[in-house]
């Protein structure tokens, strides 16, 4: 067999690669593997802590460029955004304040809908999602500083309709 005609007939072009599907099937083997051997509780350790790095790395450009220790909360989810247009499009619906904490309700479209919306096993608020957990929280924990005492991240619905999740973050004060 002549290798220039095998390689012919095997012949793909790169523009045909589907880097995003790759990832997608991967990310679900991933987060099954996973479970499967070491646990619920590992995974989601695990996954928060894959969000958790990026979060670190993203709160220390943020302090150097804006050469400041703390911010407030919005502000700081303004930098967030305006950071982060790659990857997030937030909408807040809802400021809630009291003694103990703020709580913003917000629509969600980040990176992870769509490779949650093509793989079966993966569900919206779900483990997969425990990396923009690990992201955000970390972020808020270090840039809000001593301004709370806790930040809670919690999903509360996937919105078809408009195509985002809902989620609340809790700003203990």
Do not use: H, W
Request: charged share 35%; with cysteine.
């Amino acid at each position: 067999m002549e290798i220039d005609r095998f390689n012919d007939r095997i012949q793909n072009d790169i523009s045909n690669i589907n880097s995003l599907k790759g990832f997608e099937v991967i990310g679900e083997a991933m987060v099954y593997k996973i479970l499967d051997v070491f646990g619920r509780n590992s995974l989601l350790s695990i996954l928060y802590q894959i969000g958790s790095g990026p979060g670190e790395a993203i709160a220390k450009r943020i302090k150097e460029q804006y050469d400041k220790e703390e911010f407030e909360i919005l502000e700081l989810i303004e930098i967030l955004m305006n950071e982060l247009k790659e990857f997030y499009s937030l909408r807040i619906r809802e400021i809630q304040t009291s003694k103990e904490k703020i709580r913003i309700i917000i629509e969600n479209y980040c990176f992870l809908r769509e490779p949650i919306k093509n793989r079966e096993k993966l569900k919206f608020g779900k483990t997969f999602c425990r990396i923009n957990k690990g992201y955000f929280e970390t972020v808020f924990k270090i840039l809000l500083g001593n301004k709370i005492k806790k930040i809670e991240i919690n999903f509360l619905e996937n919105d078809e309709e408009r195509d985002v999740c809902i989620e609340e973050l809790n700003f203990y004060i």
